[in-house]
């Protein structure tokens, strides 16, 4: 399928289309790369233990089934299409972290945001979801304690600088689970974020860092 035959699900092309006073490249259109990725998963729970084969070149083709029964998965698929080509599909690994330029743009670690007066912790991470992602995108938080704490003290020079400083700071953590929606696009730029893998995430944080989110980081 086009780009050109299914323009209607992509308004942001189409709407450059129509404010293009006069295309003077009729293949316009074939020129645009769009790229999307989507998840599979199992809604629910499946029982495996009742399996049959048919093979032809072994009949009695047996299962050996595992202790755990209940089985669920995901799986991560992105895909490209410029023209009529279809590039992919590729798999992307099963869990995706984001990781935004802290700390005079000098180290990377998830977005994070200072807590305001009157604020709930949990309504503070409410609030940093929402300015970093946008209001697109739904979760729902587990409970109003963090799931993890990350201390760290604050550089020498800096503490040294400012007046009644304190010696450093706490980052707490909170999960969410995905409801509905989706990213904006102009919130994650590729200077200012990144989304990394397990084994990219620990080669591209602090090493105290990785210790403190590894314990709370979900098993892929």
Sequence with gaps: MSLRSNIENYPAILQLVEEKPQPTDRHFLNKILVLNEATFTRNGIFNRHKQY????????????VEVHSQHQFSINIWMGVIGDILLGPCELPAQLTVLQRQWDRKVWVMPQGLRKDGETMLQTAERVLKETCGSKLAVNFYGNA???VYKFRYPKKFSESVQDCSVGAKVFFF???YVTGHIEQDRLTPNEFRWLGREELASNVPQEYYKTIEQFLIDE
């Design 53 to 64: 084969f048919w093979a032809y070149q072994n009949p009695n083709a047996t299962r050996i």
């Design 175 to 177: 999960k969410a689970q």
């Design 146 to 148: 963090p799931c993890g």
